[in-house]
């Protein structure tokens, strides 16, 4: 008979508190992803209110901060919002909903979510919202226009990251890929990071050309790049990865975006700066607007198919595997 002190670790008892605190994160395993979802669709929402107000030219119609004409801004009368008003004060009230999601975020990360990068990456989360608001304060204190085109790139990359951290905490990722390894991703993976950037890139001269009305120049010429490589990604995944649905579908959406963007642009353009088509007011700023939302869509879309490539690389099974064996293992 074996002697007792070579059993098996998993034979002995648990102590009570680790079966307790193992029941306990179980129960709310689901919720950081949850909550995730739910932060970047009100991120995404959050996006196309600023996008609105900035488009109607109502950043400035409440002139101090954080009041509201010197109310509080949670208890300011509803009677009172109104024309601009109304825009402005909705877009501040809904920032303070992803604020405070994002603090239930970060604290779900930090009490429910076993790997560490992702705590500090849920409380990096927290850092950039709270940047951001500070920000969109100043800018209406200030009323400095390089605060505005700040204030507009900081919330895509916020977006960006809110995205990522639903991504990271789906199943898909946690689980261990089941589909064979990209053989030769490093084309797909290096097609998906320029992409990308360059998409980071658009977003940021799209808020300079908003906000100040200048460098139409760099952001068609970044148009145009963003329009070949994602076609060069669609083109490559369509003809090597074609029995890859995890890499096909966001392709295929990316392309469609891709298509919507380049008609709302243009009919943006046309709308704003030819006398070619007069446009009602209303539907420049719902195509303006339409345009900004689009380019934040495709941003997290190609963010998605990059990570996807790295996640389907062997280098990121082996990773995977390691990972698992950490969370069999921990109490």
Aim: charged share 15%; proline share 4%; with cysteine.
């Amino acid at each position: 008979m074996e002697p007792w002190y070579r059993q098996s670790q998993r034979e002995w008892p648990q102590p009570l508190c680790g079966r307790i605190w193992r029941r306990v994160r179980q129960s709310f395993s689901a919720w950081p992803h949850r909550l995730a979802v739910i932060t970047a669709c009100a991120t995404f929402a959050l996006l196309f209110i600023g996008g609105l107000v900035t488009s109607k030219g109502a950043g400035l119609a409440v002139p101090d901060w954080p009041t509201t004409f010197g109310h509080n801004m949670f208890l300011y009368p509803w009677s009172k919002m109104v024309g601009n008003i109304f825009y402005e004060h909705s877009h501040r009230l809904v920032a303070s909903v992803v604020g405070l999601l994002t603090i239930a975020l970060a604290l779900t990360f930090w009490f429910c979510e076993r790997r560490n990068w992702l705590r500090w990456l849920g409380v990096a989360a927290l850092g950039l919202v709270i940047t951001q608001g500070v920000i969109g304060g100043l800018r209406v204190v200030l009323l400095e226009h390089t605060l505005a085109i700040l204030h507009a790139t900081v919330a895509q990359a916020f977006f960006a990251l809110t995205v990522s951290l639903a991504i990271f905490t789906s199943t898909d990722w946690r689980e261990q890929p089941v589909d064979q390894p990209l053989t030769d991703g490093g084309r797909l993976r290096r097609l998906c990071i320029v992409t990308t950037g360059l998409l980071y890139v658009q977003a940021i001269f799209g808020a300079v050309l908003r906000h100040t009305g200048e460098r139409l120049d760099a952001h068609i010429i970044f148009a145009v790049l963003v329009a070949l490589h994602v076609i060069f990604i669609v083109t490559r995944v369509l003809r090597s990865y074609s029995d890859r649905p995890k890499l096909t579908q966001p392709a295929i959406f990316l392309g469609i975006l891709l298509v919507l963007q380049l008609v709302l642009g243009v009919t943006s353009y046309v709308g704003k700066f030819t006398s070619l088509w007069q446009l009602t007011p209303g539907t420049v700023v719902f195509v303006t607007t339409a345009h900004l939302a689009m380019g934040a869509l495709m941003l997290v879309v190609s963010l998605l198919l990059t990570l996807r490539s790295f996640h389907l690389s062997p280098l990121s099974k082996r990773s995977t595997e390691q990972e698992v064996l950490r969370e069999q293992f921990s109490i």
